[in-house]
């Protein structure tokens, strides 16, 4: 990787989750970025909001529950100098901010991502997620 390790925020949209935003947290947490992460929890509902605040990380309020408002209302909170997106119920794989931060970094593009794989937990969400 280049010495140019940017700040990131990771911006989690999160409504009436819970049960899964604790899951999105500490993928983002087990990065293995060597430079400054930040993780805010953009949360629609109160439930999310105060498991988001028990994790320990930065929650901003979205009363309209929308997830662009959530994205731009964690944007706006966010101190980072690139941003991260993971929805509550996703997990960012190991390694994905590092490779995202050197793909901007080698290609010069100003925006990067992943490839989404649906995985489940339940009989249903495994029958999903192979469809």
């Given at each position: 990787?280049?010495?140019?390790?940017?700040?990131v925020?990771v911006?989690?949209?999160?409504?009436n989750a819970?049960?899964?935003?604790a899951?999105?947290v500490?993928?983002?947490?087990?990065?293995?970025y060597?430079?400054?992460?930040?993780?805010i929890v953009?949360?629609?509902?109160?439930?999310?909001?105060?498991?988001?605040?028990?994790?320990?990380?930065a929650?901003?309020?979205?009363?309209?529950?929308r997830?662009?408002?959530?994205?731009?209302?964690?944007?706006?909170?966010?101190s980072?100098e690139?941003i991260?997106?993971?929805?509550?119920?996703?997990v960012?794989?190991?390694?994905?901010?590092t490779t995202a931060?050197?793909?901007?970094?080698?290609?010069?593009?100003?925006?990067?991502?992943?490839?989404?794989?649906p995985?489940?937990?339940?009989f249903w969400?495994?029958?999903i997620?192979a469809?």
């Amino acid at each position: 990787m280049s010495d140019f390790r940017p700040s990131v925020s990771v911006v989690i949209p999160a409504f009436n989750a819970a049960s899964v935003v604790a899951a999105a947290v500490e993928s983002a947490r087990a990065q293995d970025y060597l430079g400054e992460l930040e993780i805010i929890v953009s949360a629609g509902d109160e439930e999310t909001a105060r498991v988001a605040a028990d994790l320990g990380v930065a929650v901003v309020a979205n009363p309209s529950t929308r997830t662009p408002d959530a994205l731009n209302l964690g944007i706006d909170r966010a101190s980072g100098e690139v941003i991260a997106r993971c929805d509550a119920q996703s997990v960012l794989p190991p390694g994905y901010v590092t490779t995202a931060v050197e793909t901007l970094n080698r290609t010069g593009a100003t925006n990067v991502g992943g490839m989404q794989i649906p995985v489940g937990n339940t009989f249903w969400e495994r029958a999903i997620a192979a469809a």
